[in-house]
């Protein structure tokens, strides 16, 4: 017969879930993963920014090459990409240490830059070609019209897919795990390892731990979706 | 990093390039068995999501959201470490009788894959007029029948493109069964870095072998949109 099953041991560790071992350590858990990601999604916002509007350049050599760069990330798992930094970025830092979070967060805001100038580059195609035209015929330089005109509607239409990239985000925070970060995952494992015999119990909490954060946000993009489509067809 | 002696001989030959080319071989079977199955499971939950009987239609839609919502490291950690607890003694002892750890990546592959694939095939069976449905159902068919031998056939073709790049994601995604010791590529290209050092060429290895892949997907990709889809390039 299958042994029972006894959620007491999240809530003897709940703190220990929420925050790691702070104040006696480092902050850990359900915040670190939360910082994590929205650091990341920041420094990706701008990042994707930037790609995507190199991946609508028309100068031809720039787009190839920006193309060239954003496959490559997209075709490699972000795992991969970790183990990348976690090796480049010492060297690029001329034999110093980096420290394990800003492992993460340089290989999350690169991964997800990649993916982020996928919408960027969407949105700027979605908006039609007749606003470029008047913009440069009303004698606004391309990146004026680019700036003024094309980007504020393109980035309104984006929002829900960045939602949605940020769920995504969240849940790769767990790959922060494999360099030792104590996130919500490692934090799992920490506790899991050291009460032996609950996995079951404790696997599952943090499985809904992330279903409710990631169905918040999930749940918002859809909103905002249906809700942008009412404002654009007035 | 500039005084980094590069030494390439050690993933193009010898013990090491084996390794590297098993953790290959491992990670096009997960992905190949995987794919297969979360086709299967992902078309059961796709028609239990349209279905009309309320509870059928709630837990479909519960796996959707929650298998997409949770990260699949958890998963592939609550199948390998606490899926004892859950699952009925038969299924522990055959499962401890294959290789568990990659039975384990294998069903969390699976199931986090199929609520994907479910949504892809939902979003195929959309594409089909809906009067396909009630001809078939008027002339007699069941809704099962009629899924069966009218929308899906229809559907699945349209599916292709996406469940390609499905497989794609699987493949990459298959790189996190090495934290429960499946030696696939990404293992593998680890397992050189700490017998050799040779960190950076281990890595560039594994890296080109994910995108010659990635490529021959996306190409594939294109060819079917070309070739079935489209053969006569309509716009």
């Not at chain 1, 979605?126 to 700036?147: F, R, Y």
């Not at chain 2, 979360?38 to 939950?45: A, E, P, R, V």
């Amino acid at each position: 017969m299958n042994p029972g099953l006894d959620f007491s041991v999240i809530w003897d560790n709940l703190t220990h879930f929420f925050i790691g071992t702070y104040p006696n350590g480092p902050i850990g858990g359900i915040i670190l993963t939360l910082y994590l990601a929205f650091v990341a999604l920041i420094l990706s916002f701008f990042g994707g920014l930037i790609l995507g509007l190199l991946c609508v350049s028309s100068h031809r050599l720039i787009r190839y090459a920006t193309l060239a760069v954003v496959n490559t990330i997209r075709g490699i798992p972000l795992l991969m990409v970790i183990f990348w930094m976690f090796y480049l970025l010492p060297a690029l830092l001329g034999g110093h240490s980096a420290p394990e979070n800003w492992t993460v967060i340089a290989a999350l805001t690169i991964f997800t830059s990649a993916y982020m100038s996928q919408i960027v580059q969407a949105g700027i195609d979605g908006i039609p070609k007749g606003q470029t035209e008047a913009a440069l015929s009303t004698g606004l330089h391309p990146w004026q019209s680019m700036v003024y005109v094309i980007l504020p509607q393109a980035l309104r239409n984006m929002i829900p897919s960045f939602v949605n990239q940020f769920v995504s985000m969240i849940k790769d925070t767990s790959l922060a795990f494999i360099v030792g970060v104590s996130e919500l995952t490692h934090v799992a494992t920490q506790i899991s390892n050291r009460t032996m015999v609950y996995p079951t119990e404790i696997f599952f909490f943090v499985a809904c731990i992330y279903f409710v954060i990631c169905f918040a946000f999930t749940s918002l993009s859809r909103w905002l979706e249906t809700r942008l489509a009412w404002r654009k067809a007035i | 990093m500039f005084n980094y002696q590069f030494d390439w001989a050690v993933v193009t030959s010898g013990q090491y390039a084996q390794w590297l080319l098993a953790g290959m071989k491992v990670t096009i079977e997960l992905s190949v068995v995987a794919i297969v199955g979360s086709f299967i499971l992902g078309l059961i939950i796709a028609v239990m999501r349209m279905s009309n009987v309320k509870p059928i239609l709630w837990f479909a839609h519960a796996y959707l959201e929650f298998f997409r919502n949770t990260p699949l490291l958890v998963q592939i950690f609550f199948w390998y470490f606490g899926s004892y607890k859950i699952l009925p003694k038969v299924v522990n002892d055959w499962l401890n009788t294959t290789n568990f750890e990659f039975s384990a990546a294998v069903i969390a592959l699976t199931i986090y894959t199929s609520a994907f694939i479910a949504e892809d095939i939902r979003s195929g069976v959309r594409a089909i007029p809906k009067e396909q449905m009630e001809v078939a159902q008027s002339s007699g068919f069941s809704y099962l029948r009629s899924m069966y031998y009218i929308i899906l056939p229809q559907a699945v073709r349209l599916t292709i493109p996406p469940l390609i790049n499905q497989f794609l994601n699987l493949a990459k995604n298959s790189s996190l069964a090495m934290t429960i010791g499946v030696a696939e590529l990404t293992y593998q290209a680890r397992q050189v870095e700490s017998y050799t050092f040779k960190g950076f060429e281990a890595f560039t290895a594994a890296t080109l072998v994910y995108l010659i892949l990635s490529i021959v997907i996306t190409w594939m990709v294109t060819l079917y949109n070309k070739q079935v889809l489209n053969p006569l390039g309509v716009r």
